[in-house]
């Protein structure tokens, strides 16, 4: 069945560096890739999402490319703010498959 | 308001008692889900609704049970809870065909089986 692999935190970075969060992924056909952001206290909500090979979803800073050759979808941000700490989950939805799978999350705390 | 709604948001009980989480939207979607959150586990989904007459089982649906009541409303209940029954529930809700979802989600229901 359909699998999402993410990086396991937790993960700390200090304000303006440089962050990636690695998620690969295994499923047949082209699946949908996306990667949802829980901040304290709240429930998930959708950062970004690519739906098809080589395409780069884009949000808040935020950057993921739609890698098919490598099964691969790695969150990336240039510079961090403290308002980024948040658990960070990758996920995918697959045709014929009715439900999103995701990664098990991975907590992003950034100090100033 | 929020779109998507979930109660209560903090909930404790003790083993063997039955227990209903509410979810209500107000997106119009036609499709609902429940899931649970469990550290280093993700979320994992208990059950899901594409219209009112359509309920199905999600991966671990095994001493859950569910209600449409509604295009608005998806209720979740845990017959007998149990101890590891213990853990974060999230509602969502989705408009977009398989392949494609998008998912808005409530709030979260904080649930400590004693």
């Known amino acids: 069945g359909d699998s999402v692999t993410q990086m396991e935190g937790p993960v700390t970075l200090s304000e303006e560096a440089f962050l990636t969060i690695n998620c690969t992924y295994t499923?047949?056909?082209?699946?949908?890739l996306f990667w949802y952001v829980q901040y304290p206290g709240e429930g998930l909500q959708l950062l970004l999402k690519?739906?098809?090979?080589?395409d780069k979803g884009s949000n808040k800073g935020f950057e993921a490319t739609y890698r098919k050759e490598t099964t691969s979808f790695h969150l990336e941000k240039g510079s961090v703010q403290v308002s980024d700490s948040a658990v960070y989950f990758c996920?995918?939805?697959?045709?014929?498959?009715?439900?999103?799978?995701f990664g098990t999350g991975t907590r992003l705390t950034i100090i100033p | 308001d929020a779109d998507v709604t979930q109660t209560p948001r903090n909930r404790i009980t003790k083993t063997g008692k039955r227990i209903m989480l509410e979810c209500s939207q107000t997106?119009?979607?036609?499709?609902m889900y429940w899931y649970r959150q469990d550290p280093g586990l993700g979320l994992r989904l208990i059950y899901y609704s594409f219209d009112v007459k359509d309920i199905n089982k999600g991966e671990i649906s095994d001493g859950y049970s569910v209600s449409r009541q509604a295009q608005a409303k998806f209720s979740l209940s845990l017959e007998s809870a149990i101890p590891n029954q213990t853990a974060l529930y999230f509602c969502?809700?989705?408009?977009?065909?398989?392949?494609?979802?998008?998912?808005?989600f409530g709030p979260g229901t904080r649930l400590l089986v004693l």
């Open positions: 997106k119009g979607h036609d499709r």
């Open positions: 690519a739906t098809k090979a080589d």
């Open positions: 996920a995918l939805t697959n045709f014929g498959n009715e439900k999103l799978t």
């Open positions: 499923a047949t056909g082209y699946p949908s």
């Open positions: 969502a809700t989705s408009d977009q065909p398989s392949g494609q979802e998008t998912q808005y």
